[in-house]
């Protein structure tokens, strides 16, 4: 007896008409013809069945917040977090709880399965750690939450932003965090990267940094991350979260840095939605992209997953928890046309943020949590290219969310009566 039976699906790797068979929250078998009894089938009938998005750049404290206090009018990345330093102290912990709550629902319907959320510990209170930490123990049946202690006004700028850190950690919070560029001077930067590191590496924690988001090439803070990296031998443990610094950096100084950050094992959160809309906001023309330089550090081995960041917050007023809003974004300003590169960034936002979390049972194996999405695609490109429905969300082998296919109605003489995505692709990609 199966919990969930899934029929004739894709998978990400190519192979096609696989079943997929649950049980007890696991994974039991993925081969061709499973045969026996199950609560649920589901046919997939071509269509593609992933391991849940990733999402590992996310704000939860500040989600669905926009407008309150006021709007950001110039958008830019200043005035949001001024208006974040408006916001934190009339907020309360049920209103974060709220927001949060409201933002995972959407999260889960759309396919997210992990989200690492930064939160704020320059608030002597720490609400937004108490509330997310609540939050996290809430939603744990249907979504994996990971928190890092945040100091978003500089873990030495603030003045009690390092006991509040502290503070964080010892509540529970999972990662620390930081932000060495918004600090006073450059010293202070790399004096915080240290100082962060080595709390990670006596509490036996990782690291992930809002590390030199900014236009400058002179913003280095990445470099001094890689060597604390190595010297306290954290490999694999740091990941550099924007790091949009890089794509202003000359080219040789680049050369010599992206080896350091692959000696060190450090993994690469590029954000792309927000990067490109807070980025280069000094420039007239031509305008900076504001993404780092994902090819090249992906192609140095580093492992590189695409971030949302923040959605209908301080600092950007849109977004929907779509993943493949972001792949395709970061597809489109890294300029990754192949259909190699194409399929790499859908792995830039599932297996790739995974390992970055460093997420247990992840994937579609025998063995591995019983968490998949079924989408209205037959493959990951057309995935990214239709911002494919979700149309069934699994969660330990059960169904948490289902949406309708997306399948129009036409009203036109001598017209098809339907409009299915799908079908208009070139014919070889319809066979």
Known sequence: MFDLLVKNANLPDGRRGMDIACAGGVIVAVERGIEGV??????????????????????????????????NVSGTLLEGIALWGELKPVQSVPDIITRALRYCDLAVSMGIGAIRSHVDVCDDELKGVEALIEVRRRVAPYLDLQLVAFPQDGVFRDPTAMENLVRALDMGVDVVGGIPHFERTMADGAASVTALCEIAEKRGLMVDMHCDESDDPMSRHVETLAFETQRLGLQGRVAGSHLTS????????????????????????????????????????????????????RDAGLVVGFGSDCVMDPWYSMGRADMLDVAVMGQHVG??????????????????????????????????AANMVLLQARDPIEALRL?????????????????????????????????????????????
């Open 38 to 71: 199950a609560h649920e089938v589901i046919d997939a009938a071509g269509q593609l069945v992933a391991p849940p998005f990733v999402d590992p750049h996310f704000h939860m404290d500040a989600t669905l917040s926009l407008g309150t206090p006021r709007m």
């Open 246 to 297: 890089m794509h202003s950096m000359d080219n040789y100084y680049v050369s010599k840095l992206i080896p350091l950050m692959a000696e060190a094992e450090m993994r690469v959160i590029p954000n792309p939605l927000i990067n490109i809309m807070l980025q280069g906001r000094h420039d007239t023309y031509p305008k900076r992209r504001g993404q780092t330089r994902v090819r090249e550090l």
């Open 335 to 368: 300029q990754l046309a192949s259909r190699d590169d194409s399929a790499w960034c859908f792995e830039a936002v599932t297996t790739n943020s995974a390992a970055i979390m460093g997420l247990e049972g992840y994937g579609l194996a025998k063995g591995c």
């Open 387 to 431: 911002r494919a429905v979700r149309l069934a969300v699994v969660r330990g082998g059960r169904v948490i969310a289902r949406t309708p296919a997306n399948i129009a109605k036409l009203s036109l003489d001598g017209r098809p009566d339907y409009v299915d995505p799908q079908q208009y692709a070139p014919v070889s990609q319809n066979k």
